[in-house]
Nanobody, 120 residues
Framework: QVQLVESGGGLVQAGGSLRLSCAAS????????MGWYRQAPGKQRDLVALITSDGATRYVDSVQGRFTISKGGAKNTVYLQMSGLKPEDTAVYYC??????????????WGQGTQVTVAS
C-alpha cells in the first residue's frame, strides 16, 4: 500500500523560511514525477512545483526564485525549500507522486497535507 507522509509545515513570519519533506512508502520503484501542491481556504488545489525522474523542475510563477524542489537521497523522497515566505503562501501543502504500481495504471498518489501559515 502506497503512502505519502509530509512534514515540516508550521507558522513562520513573513520573510522566513520552511522546508517541507515528503517520503513515500510502499513504492517498489522510482516515481515518475514528484510535486508539491497547495490549497488555500476557499480555493482550489494548485501546483507549486514539480520535479521529474530525470531532475527537471517546474515552478508556478509566484514562487519562482523563492522555492526550490529537490529529491532526497532515499528513493521517493522530495523536499520543498521555501524562502522569502509571504502571507499569500499560507495554505495546506500537499505532496504528490505519479507512480506506476505493480498492478494497474500509473496514477497520482497524495499525502495528507501539512499546514503552512505565514504571519505578516
Amino acid at each position: 500500500q502506497v503512502q505519502l507522509v509530509e512534514s515540516g509545515g508550521g507558522l513562520v513570519q513573513a520573510g522566513g523560511s520552511l522546508r517541507l519533506s515528503c517520503a513515500a512508502s510502499g513504492m517498489l520503484s522510482q516515481a515518475n514525477r514528484m510535486g508539491w501542491y497547495r490549497q488555500a481556504p476557499g480555493k482550489q488545489r494548485d501546483l507549486v512545483a514539480l520535479i521529474t525522474s530525470d531532475g527537471a523542475t517546474r515552478y508556478v510563477d509566484s514562487v519562482q526564485g523563492r522555492f526550490t524542489i529537490s529529491k532526497g537521497g532515499a528513493k521517493n523522497t522530495v523536499y520543498l525549500q521555501m524562502s522569502g515566505l509571504k502571507p499569500e503562501d499560507t495554505a495546506v501543502y500537499y505532496c504528490s507522486m505519479n507512480y506506476l504500481p505493480e498492478y494497474g495504471n500509473a496514477r497520482d498518489y497524495w499525502g495528507q497535507g501539512t499546514q503552512v501559515t505565514v504571519a505578516s
